[in-house]
């Protein structure tokens, strides 16, 4: 009976079937103790008669460098086979799971998991809680340490997410950064405060690059970033053209009188955008605008030379009218 309570738990220890188990058990233990659920197994270690676990292994063999207190095979294929021990010798480790199977697992692990201090995948020295490290990958996957997947559903568009979270079980507080693989494939950043309902703050649109930040409901249009409430910054540049063309020889330029006329007529500059169509659109491209306006200056500018000449031939004649010889031709 004691033997048939070991090659059960130690069956489901392995997540092995009842028929994986029959055959492939190889013990070279000298005592099995205990009583009821409890049974301790020794290995040329001193047993116990009042075991405090259901299942305790006590292995003295090295091999390898490692005490293997337990090793199951898959059938008769030592080349898959799967090992778990209790400590690594003079690392100090609290488990060591091992496979040399290149489709199998080291560990599979059903239900919740509990860790209490540092892990390292990829390394045995993890400095952090969680330590990813790329040992020697090679391949399209090489340079990826983490990914998050699940299963399609088509109400979250299949969102695997990461939550940054302060711990509270009522009305929490945290960040989510989650990716939406499905549709438009859009990257979230998500933000709740309290008893607040979650809000976006940033939005990416993976199929054409858009980037939305503060209200990511308003259509960005062809711009592939909005930022709502504007942003501050130290310098801008535009990559726009420029209206140097005002001063080419065959540019026309408008009469006063045309300009004008124009005003009064539909109540803004010639050439510039109305109200009614900035209106329309939702604002005004900053780049188009600003070359307008500057066409606008070189005009003034023109014009400023066309009085400035016409006030200089108004004095020539009014000098030429007050010289000597005219007053006294007209004496």
Known sequence: MKNLSFVLALSLSLSLSWGEMMGQIYTNF??????????????????????????YVNNNYSSNNYNYSITAFNGLNSSAARALNAS???AGTAGYFYSNSTTGYAGYFVGRSYVSDKMGIGTTSPNVRLELSNY?????????????TNQFN?????????????????N???WQIGGRVATLGEMRFIYKEGSLQEKTVMYFEGNTGKVRIGDISSASNDYLLFVKKGI????????????????????????LEEVRSHIDDRGHL??????????????FEVGEIAVKQMEKIEELYLYVLQLHDRIAQ??????????????????
């Not at 103790?33 to 259901?54: C, D, F, L, V």
């Not at 399209?140 to 340490?145: E, K, R």
């Not at 109400?155 to 711990?167: C, D, L, M, R, V």
């Open 30 to 55: 000298s005592t099995i103790t205990g009583s009821g659920a409890n049974h301790y197994i020794t290995m040329g270690g001193t047993p116990t008669s009042s075991p405090q676990e259901r299942l």
């Open 88 to 90: 690594a010798t003079g």
């Open 154 to 170: 088509s109400a979250s568009g299949n969102t695997p997410a990461i939550q940054f979270h302060n711990g509270a079980t009522s």
């Open 232 to 255: 501050a910054t130290g310098k801008v540049f535009v990559n726009s053209s420029y209206a140097d063309y005002v001063f080419l020889p065959d540019y026309r330029l408008p009469t």
């Open 136 to 148: 020697s990958a090679t391949g399209a996957s090489a340079n990826v340490m983490l990914r998050l």
């Open 270 to 283: 010639p050439g510039m955008t109305s109200q009614a169509e900035i209106d329309a659109a939702g604002g």
């Open 314 to 331: 108004l004095e020539a004649k009014l000098a030429e009218s007050q010289s000597p010889a005219n007053t006294k031709n007209h004496e």
């Open 172 to 174: 929490p507080t945290y």
